[in-house]
């Protein structure tokens, strides 16, 4: 091994370089397309779970003292499942309206621009899911902190 600065415990810069900038590509082009996807698989598969939790559970064991808070962090995913179908619905009947009032072209590149922003806004609704919960896991963590010192 030399003191050359390019080298990193045994391995060159020029050789991580290469696996470094594809993986940086992956993060910021590939992920970027396919993490609305993600976000929206992800809330149906949470409550599909939910709708079987609360079939399956006769009384309410799971008590807190910030119930609205945790059916509001529940409810965005309900948000987030139904971005999807209700601006799906409200794409198409503005194509189709849109059809008649300003003519094929334009309404398909209206369309195509709404479809477009509905598929990425859920990356915004989901932020906002998050620092949602971030909320709620303070006010469950000084509700356990207020338990332990009682």
């Known amino acids: ?10 391995i060159s810069v020029k050789q991580r370089l290469g696996p470094a900038l594809i993986q940086a590509l992956i993060l910021v082009i590939l992920r970027l397309f396919t ?4 976000i929206w698989l992800g809330a149906m598969a949470r409550l599909a779970e939910l709708h079987e939790e609360t079939r399956n559970e006769s009384d309410s064991t799971k008590t807190t003292e910030f119930p609205v808070l945790d059916w509001f962090r529940r409810a965005w995913d309900g948000v987030i499942l139904l971005w999807w179908v209700g601006g799906g619905i409200a794409v198409i009947f503005g194509f189709l309206g849109g059809i008649f009032i300003y003519g094929f072209m334009e309404s398909l590149g209206t369309a195509l ?4 922003v509905l598929y990425f806004s859920v990356i915004f609704i989901s932020l906002m899911k998050e620092s949602m919960i971030l909320l709620l896991s303070i006010a469950t963590n ?5 338990r332990k010192r009682s």
């Open 142 to 146: 000084v509700e356990s902190i207020r």
């Open 35 to 38: 993490i609305p996807l993600r």
């Open 113 to 116: 621009m709404s479809t477009v």
């Open 1 to 10: 091994m030399s003191d050359d600065k390019n080298m990193i415990p045994g």
